[in-house]
């Protein structure tokens, strides 16, 4: 077992990971621990843009970003954070275009902007073009830029190392454990502060479109030892999903004319959300479209719906929304313009579906896509233990792991990218500032021993049941009964299916004994995290008796702020959910009904 | 259909050899190889070893060969490859460690080597705004800003399997990347880098790396460009020749 030692551990090489290494090297020893390679990250499948009000092609304002995104959490996300983050976005951004990143650009130069859902001028109501982009691939490039700038500054990373645990000692932090892939050898790293970036966990859903890496790995972890998670039944569905394979489609497709069609034809969204239609939230689009199926409207019946870009139809209804250009011309668009807005959508569109976008409509469904809960933070990224927020000394947690809250019940797209950069910053500078007040804390005796014990455990199992098995139940009961809608029935049959999928996952033993890669061992003990965080996700679900963004229940249809305008926070001990709750700050904008 | 996969299996140092295994599968056309290969991993041999994480095509992770093609295992349908009879082996070049995963190690250095970042110490601009570029401008490295680095171009390349030394086109792509970007003003430092004995030279315009593209840039072409770049002295940012000298970020 070799021992390291540094002032901050960083787990996680995705974008707030990165962004917390290249703030906090500046003035502490850091290092990043990634189980991929960093670029492998899943920040780099983000599409359609990261939002920031810097009105290059028209007024706009980070005070209205922030209220849009107040209403998009349906008034969950703490206000005194969002609107941290919505002023902290402008620089943001231009520190991206500083560091070099490729934004597409406007006509005089600037970096260009389009709409997104939810995104609006809070005058008028009407979309505003906040998201910056380039092309439909900006989560590639800010990945590719932020690692570009850790290598400039020679940051010091421990690829393919996979961190099992985080120790503590004295009430303060003490370092990881982690395995180094192409060994399997044990290293524990000594360190005065450690900041979580490590990511979702839309795995355990059946469609989703998050990648294999997103298994919740942080969550689980900081769960074990004690730390609570918070808001976990707030999972968002993204309307636009491919057709079985669950990968994303950008909802950057409607903010650029696309429209949702239904089995008859009809441009459904105009009937639940009559002001912005295609650009409401996705929870509420999501839910559209869920009920679109629901009642036989699904394309010749069945469980899908037409995501349409053809330019004629783009055409159509700009026209009949008096749609316009920022110089005020009719907003009408050729093929050759769409492709170039969205090349990677089409090259997605003919390699998994043979389907042109310009030339047919592409066939999707909602698919498991974002975790607006997690692990409970404040703006500086410290993690907060209790209902009181009671800090624990030296832990911290960034992007979409953390719950700050700015996303509340539902996120807005856009806003994903801009909470990995500005909280990845401030957990960053928070930990360099920490540590150097404070020493190493002592590492436990027997540091591995948690460790150990659970990798004993997935080798030494009777190995009656089998890991790909057991994730296969638990994605199709998530998806079934813990997904856009809910009931109280039916997140009770989870909640006991999901134990007893914990209970047989006990009984599971790898095949592979060797150390070298073994991707095996490692994929069961991403499941036992996948479990761990269902059972939590649907126990946080079945309490709250209302609906709220992205959490649905079918016998609770209203929202309550009366009874629920509170942060869920679970504990996980023994197998067994605990929960409490903490109030959410509002600041300027009292709870009101949320119409699109 | 009913289709038969056979993998390359080998853990150097553990295994006196490599050997292939051969799995007899029903599946849908539809799916990808690395469908297949989660499949197999799931529940036939959970010992086989590949690397893996976005399946779409946009992380980089699971290269490889792909009955005598370098590919992405999640950007292969069966229906594509119009048999039943797969192959899929580890890229070629890279020293193997396990079964599919090769050690990316020497790939990043090269990467590192051409100094894959901006280089401008110009002051900002003033209003602490972005600094401007042209579409013109952006366009001219659109294409090599796509990048993955999946390793597939490189390990398809004839002069690499020859001399591992050499930089290779993923590491030329990356260089290109920030030469034509007019806010750059390191190209003087990765040319230099290109023109090492290992640089851009070694490149016999095989084309097996733009093949291997999954994200289908055209890195011969790149390729080209640097070299002519060397070759005149002179970048040219617009599809019009400009100085050696940069000409503004405007």
Redesign the interface.
């Known amino acids: 077992m070799q021992t390291h030692q540094y002032e901050v551990i960083i787990v996680g090489g995705g974008g707030a990971g990165l962004m917390a290494a290249l703030n906090a090297s500046r003035g502490a020893k850091t290092a990043v621990l990634s189980k991929l390679y960093p670029s492998r990250s899943h920040t780099g499948a983000a599409q359609g843009g990261i939002g920031a009000a810097l009105g290059n092609l028209e007024e706009d304002h980070p005070e209205w970003h922030t209220y849009d995104t107040v209403k998009g959490s349906d008034y969950l996300g703490d206000q005194d954070a969002i609107e941290f983050m919505c002023n902290e976005a402008v620089e943001a951004v231009y520190d991206l275009e500083h560091f070099g990143l490729p934004f597409s650009r406007t006509p005089d130069g600037r970096i260009a902007q389009r709409p997104f859902g939810g995104h609006t001028n809070n005058v008028t109501g009407k979309p505003v073009r906040r998201s910056c982009y380039s092309a439909d691939r900006t989560g590639h490039m800010i990945l590719q830029t932020l690692y570009q700038q850790c290598i400039k500054n020679n940051i010091t990373f421990y690829d393919e190392f996979q961190v099992f645990d985080v120790l503590v000692a004295n009430g303060a932090v003490a370092g990881v454990v982690a395995v180094d892939l192409a060994t399997g050898e044990l290293h524990v790293f000594q360190a005065k502060a450690v900041v979580f970036a490590t990511g979702g966990f839309g795995r355990v859903w059946e469609i989703t479109s998050n990648a294999y890496a997103y298994t919740g790995d942080g969550v689980a972890i900081c769960l074990r030892r004690g730390i609570p998670a918070e808001d976990m039944e707030m999972f968002q569905f993204h309307p636009t999903g491919i057709l079985k394979l669950g990968i994303l489609i950008t909802e950057a497709v409607r903010g650029e004319g696309g429209v949702l069609i239904n089995g008859e034809g009809e441009r459904f969204m105009e009937r639940y959300a009559p002001h912005v239609k295609d650009l409401a939230s996705r929870d509420v689009i999501s839910r559209a479209i869920y009920m679109e199926i629901r009642d036989g409207r699904g394309i010749n019946g069945k469980n899908y719906l037409y995501l349409d870009a053809r330019p004629e139809t783009i055409n159509k209804y700009a026209e009949a929304d008096g749609r316009t250009r920022p110089d005020g011309t009719p907003y009408r668009v050729t093929g050759e313009e769409i492709l170039s807005k969205i090349p990677d959508i089409a090259d997605f569109c003919r390699t998994y579906l043979s389907v042109d976008p310009i030339k047919d409509p592409m066939p999707v469904q909602p698919t498991a896509h974002y975790a607006m809960g997690g692990i409970p933070t404040d703006v500086y990224g410290r993690v907060l233990v209790d209902d009181k927020n009671t800090i624990l000394p030296g832990l911290y947690a960034a992007g979409e792991c953390a719950c700050v809250s700015v996303h509340g019940a539902n996120r807005l797209g856009t806003n994903s990218l801009v909470d990995i950069l500005t909280f990845g910053k401030h957990a960053g500078l928070n930990a360099a500032e920490y540590v150097k007040g404070t020493d190493f804390q002592n590492l436990p005796e027997d540091a591995a021993g948690f460790t150990m014990a659970q990798i004993d455990q997935m080798r030494n199992g009777d190995g009656t049941e089998k890991v790909a098995e057991l994730a296969q139940e638990m994605k199709r009961e998530m998806f079934n009964n813990v997904g856009i809608f809910r009931s109280e029935a039916g997140l009770k049959a989870a909640y006991k299916k999901i134990q007893e999928l914990r209970e047989r996952f006990t009984h599971i033993r790898v095949q592979d004994q060797g150390k070298i890669f073994n991707t095996e061992l490692i994929n069961a003990w991403e499941l036992g995290n996948m479990l761990d965080l269902a059972l939590v996700v649907t126990e946080s679900a079945l309490a709250r008796t209302e609906s709220r963004g992205a959490h649905a229940r079918e016998d609770y249809p209203k929202r309550d702020d009366a009874n629920w305008l509170k942060h869920t926070l679970a504990w996980l001990k023994d197998g067994q959910v605990t929960l409490g709750y903490k109030p959410v700050t509002i600041t300027k904008y009292q709870p009101k009904e949320r119409v699109y | 259909m009913q289709i038969t996969v056979k993998i390359y299996r080998h ?1 150097p140092g ?1 295994d006196t050899q490599p050997r292939y295994d051969e799995y007899t599968l029903d599946v849908d056309p ?1 799916e990808r190889i690395l469908d297949l290969l989660e499949n197999i ?3 036939k ?3 086989l ?13 699971d290269a490889m060969r792909i009955n005598g093609r370098n590919r992405l295992a999640c ?1 292969v ?1 069966v229906q594509d490859l119009d048999t039943d009879q797969i192959v899929i082996e580890p890229i070629i070049g890279l020293d193997v ?3 599919l ?1 090769v050690d ?1 190690d020497p790939f ?1 250095e090269q990467y ?1 080597s051409v ?4 280089i ?1 110490d110009d002051p ?1 601009p003033a209003d ?8 013109e401008q ?1 366009a001219r ?2 294409d090599t ?5 999946c390793a597939a171009c490189t390990t398809a390349c004839p002069p690499f399997w020859a001399n591992r030394k050499y930089v290779g086109p993923a590491a030329i792509v990356n260089a290109h990347r ?1 030469i034509f ?1 007019s ?2 003003h390191g190209a003087e430092q990765r040319l230099s880098r290109l023109s090492e004995p290992d640089g851009v030279w070694r490149c016999r315009t095989v084309f097996n790396c733009t093949e291997a593209c999954p994200r ?1 840039i055209k890195i011969t072409q790149a390729i080209a460009e640097v070299k002519e770049v060397l070759a005149s002295g002179k970048i040219n940012y617009k599809g019009v020749q400009i100085g050696p000298e940069r000409v503004g970020s ?1």
């Open positions: 853990i553990v539809k991993k799931g529940f041999d959970g010992t070893a590949f690397r893996r994480s976005c399946a779409h095509g946009v992380c980089g992770s950007k349908l460690i396990k079964d995963i990316m990043f590192r100094l894959p970042y901006l401008n900002l602490g705004k972005e600094r401007l570029q042209s579409q952006r490295f659109d800003t796509k990048c993955i680095l920030f970007d806010r750059d289908e405007g």
